[in-house]
């Protein structure tokens, strides 16, 4: 169970960020996701 644990976080985590990367680009517009997206590969 620890050793797919992460996996399901991970997943869970692209599955949020892309729900964001969503609404950001709805109300704050395009740039915003892609320094978004540019944080997150860059952590990942």
């Given at each position: 169970?620890?050793?797919?644990?992460?996996?399901?976080v991970?997943?869970?985590?692209?599955?949020?960020?892309?729900?964001?990367?969503?609404?950001?680009?709805?109300?704050?517009?395009?740039?915003?996701?892609?320094?978004?997206?540019?944080?997150?590969?860059?952590?990942?």
């Amino acid at each position: 169970m620890e050793r797919g644990l992460p996996d399901v976080v991970r997943t869970v985590a692209v599955e949020l960020f892309v729900a964001v990367a969503v609404i950001v680009m709805t109300d704050a517009g395009s740039v915003a996701a892609g320094v978004g997206a540019v944080v997150v590969a860059g952590v990942t």
